[in-house]
C-alpha cells in the first residue's frame, strides 16, 4: 500500500476552549481526506500515516495529539477520511516512565531517650542531676512513599539502600536540608506490562528527621540526627605532660577514682575539673560534649524520582 494524497480539508477543521480545569482547556480538529492506491487497504494502514499520539500541535505547544479517528469513504474504496483531535488536556502517557509520580506521606513512630520536656527544659531530678535511666518516648517522624515506573532498574540504586542526603533536595514539592532524609526502603516490582512497554514499579522511602544543635569541642553545631551522636564520656581522661599524653582515671567530687563514665570536654579532659586545682564540678547537661561521626553515606538526592 502507498499513499497518492493527504489534503486538509477546510470545512473539516474546528478549535474549541473551555474553563474547565484551573487553566481552561483548548481542543483543535483538523480531517484530511487520504487517497490510496488500493482498495484493500486497512483504517490502521491509512492511521499509521498520520503522526502518532502524543505529537504536540504544530502551533499550539501546549496541546497534544489525543485521538485519530479513521472511516472510509462510503463511494470510494480508495478514499478515506481522518480526524485528528488535539487537546492541552492530556490522557495517561502511553509511555508509562512519563507518568506522574506517586507520592504518599505517613508518619512513623520510635521510642528514644527524652532529654527534655514540652517546654524545652532538660528533665532532672530533685537534685537537678540527670536521671540514672534517661525517661523514654514515642517520638514521630515523617515519611514519604514514593512510586514511580521505570523502564529499567536505576544503576544507583545498590549504593542507596542506606544513604543520607547530602544536598538540600526537593520531596512533592518540599525542600530539606543536606543530613535530614534517610532513604529507609526500596522496592522493585515484578516486570509489568502497560501498551507496548514493560516496566517495574520503583517504590522508595524516605525518612525525614529535622537537623539538631549539639556542644562539640569547637563550640555548637547543627549536625545531622542520622548521625552518630555520642555523648564524650569514659572512665579515663587525657593527661599531657612534658610533651607526653597518658590515660589517667577521672575523678568524683571526692577526688576518687570514677566507677562510672564522667564528662569529657571534647579534647579528651575530664568537665568540669579544674587541673591546675583539682577542684571538680559536675557539669550542667547544657554543657555536655557529643562527639559527631556520620553513621550512614552521604549521597545527592536531588536527582532521585521523589517529586513531580
Known sequence: MSIVSIAAIGPGRSAKANAKGSGGVRTHSQEYRVITDSPYDTSYEVEGAFAPIGTQHPSDTAAFLVDKSTRADSKGKMIWYVMLTYSTERPRAVNPAAEPIDIEWDTDTQVEPILYDANGYAILNSAVDSYGEAVKGEVAYWTVVCTSKQLFIPSWINEYKNAVNSDSCMIDGHVFDLGTCKMKKLRISRWQNQESYRYRALTITIKIMDTITINTKDG?????????????????????????????????????????????????????????????????????????APKYQRKPFSFLPITN
Request: negative net charge; hydrophobic residues 35%; charged residues 15%.
Open 220 to 292: 555548637q553545631e547543627i549536625v545531622s540526627a542520622w548521625d552518630a551522636n555520642l555523648i564524650d564520656e569514659g572512665l579515663f581522661q587525657k593527661f599531657s605532660k612534658s610533651g607526653n599524653d597518658y590515660h589517667v582515671p577521672c575523678i568524683t567530687s571526692q577526688h576518687h577514682p570514677a566507677m562510672k563514665a564522667m564528662a569529657l570536654d571534647g579534647t579528651g579532659v575530664q568537665l568540669g575539673l579544674d587541673i591546675l586545682t583539682g577542684v571538680y564540678t559536675q557539669p550542667t547537661p547544657d554543657q555536655i560534649v557529643f562527639n559527631n
